[in-house]
């Protein structure tokens, strides 16, 4: 496993101590799994990730793709259109595919999405024509909420605002995942991925990335798994390790 660079005042001895709980944790659990998590105020970051580090992202690739049709918009000086918002609004809250597949392929698909993404350095993401199967690591979904979400980053405040409205809002059934660690009076902005995968036997992968804020806390977080038996024990995966490692980085 590969850790992250040592930042802020988490220091080194921490580091160690919760790349060993963590990989503990992971031993008792099916599938395989890998963390990564940006605490911007205290400069932390940590990443814990298997070799090789790539995952499927199913619906969590939608937060690139809303990424990237807001850069679109803003690439030709105006707002994003009714219907975009439309499509946007039902791909983020109801994580609906159709209305993904629609603002994907007027990005330019695969090839468009890709040059895109790897063009503001999240080059470690490659895009699928079936989106779902669009591969990743869990840094790499961290650099595109930062993008999305950071007032130094790409998105005007107006987009910013919109995107995080889309992803507190999302449907109770899909509110689980990273904010599992959230406390009381933080602000959860989610998006979740799950689907059985058929060349893994149907075992599921089951992602949540997402940002949990307040006046006092701003954490960005990405959980990725997969080869889990069914989506309830990837649910449980991603929320106990965001947990762990949540608590680990506020101490």
Sequence with gaps: MAEGASEGAFCPADRLTLTREVAAYLRTR????????????????????????MFRLASVAKVGILLGTL????????????????????????????????????????????RLLHGLGVDQT????????????????????????????????????YAHTLMTSVEPSQAWGVGAA??????????NGWMPVGDHGGRWVVNSVGRLSSGRSDLLIAVLTEHNPDMETGVETTEELAGLVISAIRR
Aim: hydrophobic share 40%; charged share 20%; net charge positive.
């Design 30 to 53: 099916p599938g395989r799994a890998a963390v990564a998590v940006h605490d911007r105020l205290a400069g932390t970051r940590f990443t814990v990730e298997p070799a090789p580090g």
């Design 71 to 114: 850069l679109n918009a803003q690439s030709g000086r105006r707002e994003p259109t009714p219907a975009e918002r439309v499509r946007a609004e039902a791909m983020m809250r109801r994580s609906d595919n159709a209305a993904a597949q629609e603002l994907a392929v007027e990005l330019g698909g695969s090839a468009g999405l890709t």
């Design 126 to 161: 490659w895009p699928a024509p079936a989106w779902g199967t669009t591969r990743s690591c869990p840094a790499d979904q961290l650099k595109v909420l930062d993008l999305l979400t950071s007032p130094t980053g790409p998105v005007t405040a107006g987009n910013r605002a």
């Design 182 to 191: 959230a406390r009381p009076g933080e602000q959860v902005a989610i998006k």
